[in-house]
C-alpha cells in the first residue's frame, strides 16, 4: 500500500510557474512509476506526465510537452512536477499518483494503482 499526499499547488498568473510536490509513504518507493493527472471543471480526468521507477524515463501529455517536468527523487520519496508558462487551461485539481509497474508505460492507458487526494492549480487570465 502507498500513500501519496501532494503539495504546491495554489493561485498563479498566466506565464507563471508553480512546482507540484508528492510524498509518499513505504520503503519501497523506487520500485513504483509515478505520474501525475489533472481533471478541470466540468471535463474528465486526463494524464498529463510519469516517470519511471529509476527517472531515467518520463512521459508526457502532448498539450505540456515543453513547458512541464516530472522528477523524482527515492531518497526523499518524492515526485516533483515542475510547471513553467502556466495557462488558464491548466486550470485543475491535479493528483498524484503510484503504480506498481515500475516502466510507467501503461500510464496514459490504465488508470494506476495509488492516487492521492490532489492539489488545486489556479491559473488566472
Known amino acids: 500500500q502507498v500513500q501519496l499526499v501532494e503539495s504546491g499547488g495554489g493561485l498563479v498568473q498566466a506565464g507563471g510557474s508553480l512546482r507540484l510536490s508528492c510524498a509518499a509513504s513505504g520503503r519501497t518507493f523506487s520500485s513504483y512509476a509515478m505520474g501525475w493527472f489533472r481533471q478541470a471543471p466540468g471535463k474528465e480526468r486526463e494524464f498529463v506526465a510519469a516517470?519511471?521507477?529509476?527517472?531515467?524515463?518520463?512521459y508526457y501529455a502532448d498539450f505540456v510537452k515543453g513547458r512541464f517536468t516530472i522528477s523524482r527523487d527515492n531518497a526523499k520519496n518524492t515526485v516533483y512536477l515542475q510547471m513553467n508558462s502556466l495557462k488558464p487551461e491548466d486550470t485543475a485539481v491535479y493528483y498524484c499518483t503510484a503504480d506498481r509497474d515500475p516502466t510507467a508505460l501503461g500510464f496514459s492507458v490504465v488508470a494506476p494503482d495509488y492516487w492521492g487526494k490532489g492539489t488545486l492549480v489556479t491559473v488566472s487570465s
Open positions: 516517470i519511471n521507477w529509476s527517472g531515467y524515463s518520463t
